[in-house]
């Protein structure tokens, strides 16, 4: 387990001692008050900006007395503003735990102008705020860390004049696409169901309540899911219908309206307030969320300030850890502290509080590999080149494309389906998102092409396409393509050490999964021709990852990834209803070479592909 940020106790009782706590029930403009705490620097010499944050997850701990004393995060972007000093507020959302009226999750924008929704609850929160909290010098900041990051994001839209500064952290930003609960449309089963049994269940009336209503058996994950069975059965199981949310998921099993609603960026226009939007590379909820709320905002306020960060963090490690490692992975520096000393501090007392000091730059990403922060003027960088890495036959990976057409097929079975990590736990961990790969590579429905050793460095940078060719014995598949760094067998072990878990480590990089139905569109699915070649053609999120000299790529593609993916039928239906006698094992096969050859579409940073 990493360590915890070191100060946290201290950052508590200078909180304690240097901040008044206030509680407010702040009216909206249909008349639901929401429940709202603040933090006010007691010295009164000066007046300070707002930073809040706006929650489900809840303001605990409650009364004007209660200080928090664990759990800051929830609270603060970093320990480093308790010092520099900020109001910090935080909010109860609609019909969340202390604030009155209805919860709905990743609530649609109003339809009606004179409703309601997360960008008026903001504005109208705020209004208050600046008249009433105070010693406010009426310059506010949002932030907000996974769902509090999507609550940041709509405080953008139709922002109130005094807000000045957002930071959407990790946000929630698209629940079919890529974020979280679907990729692709392939529906991520354990993300869904683990947290939905205890967050989705209904609160009746404001109080400082939570239950869970699903708890799942002793035992791995894996097994679980798999003795449980259908997505069916688990409703039926542990779930009884009681979960609202869990019954929309499985109704709305295409990109329709009920989704395209509840996205946050075609309302991002018009932006004014500087935007600093910040990610992991190993955030295993909402990496897409992160990159693309950047480049939406990119694209549809140019010339407004909009930066990004990307660290080498799991979802919210920047704010959790020091940011040293993640599992077997070392980064050689606290990065979570720099990154709050360096970037998140400056760019709040800049931004809210007049301070001198430059933008930070467009980008600034961390390579990882290399272990080192690079800023960039644009994010993926502009001189980056393009370049095609292609499958061959005899698990060659190639920078040419093969002349000889050839397969490569596995069968694919829904009753054996490849684990998403060699270690089983009763909880979903992070560290899979940079995991050694070997096990699954020795499986027999695996596949895999490998570069030969690199001569130099290479980095890879921003997106990657996957182009694959397949055809299938069903009518429908998943497709999980991974990139991973090959370290070489005989890796020299670390001083003192006398054997190197890093020898021959085939560390994950990046990952993503297509299900076949959608290869076309997200909202019309279609059923693929047995035997028949098709291509299937997806995005991977953005990497900064630098393959050392001596090192390999390596491509893998598999069908499953469970429970990580629901199982697929591998047969073209609604695989929410799917009963037990609708799985079938079926072969897959990649085309390599000739007239349909499957390859990757990468960018270069540095270096060269031979």
């Known amino acids: 387990m990493q360590e915890q940020l070191p100060d946290e106790a201290a950052v508590a009782a200078a909180l304690r001692r240097h901040y008044t706590k206030y509680v407010y029930r702040i009216p909206m403009r249909d008349g639901a008050k929401l429940y709202t705490v603040a933090f006010v620097p007691k010295d009164d010499r000066r007046t300070w900006p707002i930073l809040m944050t706006r929650t489900p997850y809840s303001c605990r701990p409650y009364g004007v007395d209660s200080y928090p004393t664990t759990n800051l995060r929830g609270l603060l972007p970093a320990a480093e503003l308790v010092r520099a000093g900020y109001t910090f507020v935080q909010q109860d959302v609609r019909g969340r735990w202390m604030s009155e009226g209805t919860f709905v999750d990743i609530r649609p924008h109003r339809t009606d102008p004179k409703g309601i929704d997360e960008s008026t609850d903001a504005w109208d929160t705020v209004e208050f705020l600046v008249h009433h909290v105070p010693r406010n010098n009426g310059n506010v900041g949002l932030w907000g860390i996974s769902y509090p990051g999507f609550y940041a994001s709509w405080g953008a ?39 939905m049994r205890h967050f989705g269940v209904a609160r009746p009336s404001p109080v400082d309540w939570e239950a869970d209503v699903a708890p799942y058996r002793a035992g791995d994950l894996y097994d679980f899911f798999m003795q449980t069975g259908t997505i069916a059965a688990l409703d039926a199981t542990f779930l009884h219908g ?15 309206d009920f989704w395209r609603a509840r996205d946050v960026r075609p309302y991002l226009k018009k932006v004014r307030p500087a935007m600093l939007t910040v990610g992991g590379w190993f955030d295993a909820e909402d990496l897409h969320g992160t990159l693309s709320t950047y480049h939406t905002l990119e694209r549809q306020n140019p010339g407004i300030e909009n930066e990004l960060v990307m660290g080498p963090w799991q979802h919210g490690g920047w704010a959790r850890h ?22 998140l501090l400056p760019f709040f007392e800049r931004t809210l509080k007049g301070a001198s000091g430059s933008r930070p730059a467009e980008a600034t990403v961390f390579e990882t590999g290399t272990n080192e922060w690079r800023r960039y003027d644009a994010w993926p960088p502009k001189k980056a080149t393009a370049a095609t ?36 736990d009763l909880e979903r961990g992070v560290e ?21 050793p690199l001569a130099d460095e290479v980095v890879l940078t921003g997106p990657i396409e996957a182009d694959l060719w397949i055809s299938s014995t069903g009518t429908d598949a998943d497709f999980v393509v991974k990139v991973v760094d090959v370290f070489p067998g005989d890796l020299e072990p670390p001083a003192g050490m006398t054997s190197s878990a890093l020898a021959g480590r085939q560390q994950l990089v990046r990952l993503e999964v297509m299900r076949a139905k959608f290869r076309d569109s997200l909202s019309s ?86």
Do not use: C
């Not at 004049?161 to 930003?173: F, N, Y």
């Open 389 to 424: 890495l292609w499958l061959a036959p005899h698990g060659q990976l190639v920078t040419r494309p093969p002349k000889d057409a050839a397969v490569e097929a596995y069968v694919s079975d829904p009753a054996r389906p490849v684990p998403y990590a060699e270690r089983y």
């Open 525 to 610: 699915p279609r059923a693929l021709v047995p035997d028949a070649p098709t291509h299937v053609h997806f995005s991977l999120p953005d990497v900064n990852h630098a393959f050392r000299a001596g090192h390999r790529l390596m491509v893998q593609v598999q069908s499953s990834w469970f429970p990580i993916v629901d199982r697929n039928p591998q047969r073209f239906m609604d695989i929410y209803a799917a009963k037990p006698d609708d799985f079938h094992a079926e072969t897959e096969r990649v085309l390599e070479g000739g007239a349909q050859a499957s390859s990757l579409r990468v960018s270069i940073a540095r270096g060269a592909l031979p």
């Open 242 to 256: 009681t979960i609202a949310f869990w019954n929309e998921l499985l109704k709305h099993g295409t990109l329709d």
């Open 157 to 195: 839209v139709d922002a109130h004049p005094a807000v000045k500064a957002i930071s959407p952290q990790a946000p929630v930003t698209d629940w079919f696409s890529g974020d979280d609960f679907h990729h692709n449309g392939a529906f991520f089963l354990m993300e869904a169901y683990m947290f």
């Open 322 to 343: 020091d940011g040293e490692a993640l599992g077997e992975v070392k980064f050689d520096a606290k990065t979570s502290r720099w990154f709050a000393s360096d970037v």
């Open 432 to 452: 899979y998102m940079d995991a050694d790969q070997r096990y699954a590579a020795r499986r027999p429905d695996v596949r895999t092409w490998s570069s030969a």
